[in-house]
């Protein structure tokens, strides 16, 4: 089966940087789109970025553009969220996804997924 672990998440302060990574395994990486979403107590999971198979597109909620970049490597089967200048309201847990382009219907659904990773904790303090 399809594993996701995720790691890099932390506390900073406002403005700070963290780069979330997601490492899978028993996949062909390259055959599968990679997706980030978060979500906070309460609220549903929110779509944050996604890349395709070959890092030839991406796509970013409207709120991150500018400050966070997804990109993937594909020999280390691992996917990237880089995020830049952080802000409080982007504090929560941070999920990795992954659905193959075959069974992909949109990018930007967390229900268009089948794997998932166990989450990272990202916080943000003014």
């Known amino acids: 089966q399809v594993q996701l672990v995720e790691s890099g998440g932390g506390s900073v302060r406002a403005g700070g940087s963290l780069r979330l990574s997601c490492a899978a395994s028993r996949l062909t990486f390259s055959s599968y789109t990679m997706a980030w979403f978060r979500q906070v107590p309460g609220k549903e999971r929110e779509f944050v970025a996604a890349?395709?198979?070959?890092?030839?597109?991406?796509y970013y909620t409207d709120s991150v553009k500018g400050r966070f970049t997804i990109s993937r490597d594909n020999a280390k089967n691992t996917v990237y969220l880089q995020m830049n200048n952080l802000k409080p309201e982007d504090t929560a847990v941070y999920y990795c996804a992954a659905q193959s382009w075959r069974k992909l219907g949109s990018y930007f659904r967390d229900y268009e997924y089948d794997y998932w990773g166990q989450g990272t904790q990202v916080t943000a303090s003014s």
């Open positions: 890349i395709s198979g070959s890092g030839g597109r991406t």
